[in-house]
């Protein structure tokens, strides 16, 4: 009887035994599981933070790039625009009013197209295109400043301050205008022709270069062309207008004879 209890006590540490190793096993292989678990999860996180923090900064240099591009886009619009105004001013003022003011002082202070205002007229017209002119000029030197690449001033720019630089002289020269009776006043006029006539011819020259610049240049072109004929053919209408009344003169003479 005691053996059979003996044995029975035996077996039942032996199956406690058991049993305790079994859940020992099982509980090391679930720390095992939730150690592999924890470390997926933080490689995992990682990968996905990594992959934040590298679409973050592609999208920082695309809106970057973008901005950029947007900047560069409204500079060369508003560069085209400074060209644009500079080209229209200088053509009107250097390129028509000039010319015009030459063919009021040439052609208005004698028949058949005599005009006591024409002095008026010619000063008004000359200051007008001045300050038109210079003011193109301003915006030239501005778009040759703004342009970082260009070092050196183009032959565009350098006639186009010689222009400026004499026409001031033509303007300031009106206000030392000698007296009629100064024997001076004749060495005058010829220095005041003289430099006028080459400054229309300097000047039709610079504004056709400086259309050759532009990209649609034709266009500009051709419109500056009609304008340079209609005022050449008036100022050659108007020259041989004197020859015409000689011509009708003479021909009239010898029919009455």
């Not at 038109?132 to 260009?150: D, F, M, P, Q, T």
């Not at 020859?243 to 021909?251: E, H, N």
Request: net charge positive.
């Amino acid at each position: 009887m005691t053996s059979i209890i003996g044995a029975t006590i035996l077996c039942m540490i032996f199956l406690l035994d058991l049993t305790n190793a079994n859940s020992n096993s099982s509980s090391r292989k679930e720390d095992l599981y939730v150690a592999n678990m924890r470390r997926k999860a933080i490689i995992v996180q990682e990968e996905l933070q990594s992959h934040h923090r590298h679409h973050k900064s592609h999208n920082t240099g695309v809106t970057t790039d973008f901005k950029s591009w947007n900047f560069r886009r409204a500079h060369e619009r508003h560069h085209r625009r400074l060209r644009v105004v500079h080209g229209v001013v200088n053509i009107f003022g250097w390129g028509i009013l000039l010319p015009i003011g030459v063919i009021i002082a040439r052609y208005y202070k004698r028949p058949p197209l005599k005009c006591d205002e024409w002095y008026p007229l010619h000063v008004r017209s000359k200051v007008a295109g001045f300050i038109l002119g210079s003011v193109g000029w301003g915006i030239g030197i501005s778009i040759r400043n703004s342009a970082k690449e260009h070092t050196m001033m183009s032959t565009h720019g350098i006639l186009g301050t010689i222009i400026f630089t004499f026409t001031t002289i033509q303007v300031l020269a009106i206000c030392l205008l000698p007296d009629e009776e100064n024997v001076y006043r004749k060495y005058w006029v010829i220095y005041h022709n003289c430099f006028g006539y080459a400054l229309i011819i300097l000047t039709i020259v610079n504004i056709f270069q400086g259309i050759e610049k532009e990209a649609p240049s034709n266009r500009w072109k051709w419109s500056y062309a009609v304008l340079v004929g209609v005022m050449g053919l008036t100022a050659l209408f108007l020259e041989l207008i004197p020859c015409f009344t000689l011509i009708k003169y003479k021909l009239s003479s010898n029919g009455i004879e």
